[in-house]
């Protein structure tokens, strides 16, 4: 378990932890909570259902995006954390994300709903960094990890 905790106190490795929460929560709030503009939970589940997501991966997928920034923002369970939003992120890029190219839609030249996978790309290389860096500075995983 020590390997899961362990940590720098790096104000990096901090960033990055941040970051990663800071724009996954509003994704994982629109899709549990329908804030945001966001669907809410029985929409979300309905969507995966119609694209062929079974309910288990439909309901860790809602897990990751919404409770996963919330325990990268406390620095609890980080890699764990960081792990399921790779995840979220791998998935979308190979079932979705890679038929539509690079880039997403920014001058509305593609039809609407669709966006190539660049974003995912930076969110999987943060997601990687935090699993291999740890949460970094001000986080539980680091303070569990000093008592150990």
Same mark, same amino acid.
């Given at each position: ?29 629109q899709k549990a909570l329908g804030w945001f503009g966001g ?10 259902? !119609?694209? $062929?997501?079974?309910?288990? @991966?439909? /309901? %860790?997928? =809602? ?7 919330? +325990? ?41 709903? !669709?966006? $190539?996978?660049?974003?995912? @790309?930076? /969110? %999987?290389? =943060? ?7 740890? +949460? ?13």
């Amino acid at each position: 378990m020590n390997g899961v905790f362990r940590t720098s106190n790096s104000f990096v490795d901090l960033v990055l932890r941040l970051t990663l929460a800071v724009v996954f929560f509003p994704h994982g709030a629109q899709k549990a909570l329908g804030w945001f503009g966001g669907p809410g939970l029985s929409a979300t589940m309905a969507y995966f259902a !119609k694209a $062929g997501f079974p309910p288990l @991966l439909a /309901a %860790l997928d =809602i897990v990751a995006e919404f409770l996963g920034p919330i +325990a990268l923002f406390f620095g609890f369970l980080t890699r764990v954390a960081a792990f399921g939003i790779f995840s979220v992120m791998a998935v979308a890029v190979w079932t979705v994300h890679r038929h539509v190219g690079f880039f997403m839609n920014w001058y509305g030249q593609m039809p609407a709903g !669709k966006e $190539g996978y660049e974003y995912h @790309l930076l /969110a %999987l290389a =943060i997601s990687f960094a935090v699993i291999v860096r740890g +949460a970094g500075l001000l986080s539980i995983d680091g303070a569990i990890a000093r008592r150990k």
